[in-house]
């Protein structure tokens, strides 16, 4: 009933910016906290930004003044807007979020298929 897509990902160089986007569709009531992680290979997924249904935002220590989260409650999108873009944020980025659908009004919480980010010269 709900779908995340993710998109925007690609390779970079080191220094460089990418503008990801997830778009969540479906029957949605409602959408409350959205979520980016990242999985690198090799690795466990980790969280990297979180925002909530007012704007309210936070960031993990590694992406703090570097990435922006942000969202358009009116279009069900959430953007991560990542500059200064180092190697170590090379994987894959997932979006995450928690959405009630028109059915039960019951929020549960869905991921996109990811997108890969390769950071690389």
């Known amino acids: 009933q709900v779908q995340l897509v993710e998109s925007g990902g690609g390779l970079v160089q080191p220094g460089g910016s990418l503008r990801l986007s997830c778009l969540a569709s479906?029957?949605?009531?409602?959408?409350?906290?959205m979520n980016w992680y990242r999985q690198a290979p090799g690795k466990e997924r980790e969280l990297v930004a979180v925002i909530d249904s007012d704007g309210g935002s936070d960031y993990a220590d590694s992406v703090k003044g570097r990435f922006t989260i942000s969202r358009d409650n009116a279009k069900n999108t959430m953007y991560l807007q990542m500059n200064s873009l180092k190697p170590q944020d090379t994987g894959v980025y997932y979006c995450?979020?928690?959405?009630?659908?028109?059915?039960?009004?019951?929020?549960?919480?869905?991921w996109g298929q990811g997108t890969q980010v390769t950071v690389s010269s």
């Open positions: 995450n979020a928690e959405v009630a659908v028109y059915s039960d009004y019951r929020y549960r919480y869905y």
């Open positions: 479906g029957s949605i009531f409602g959408i409350n906290i």
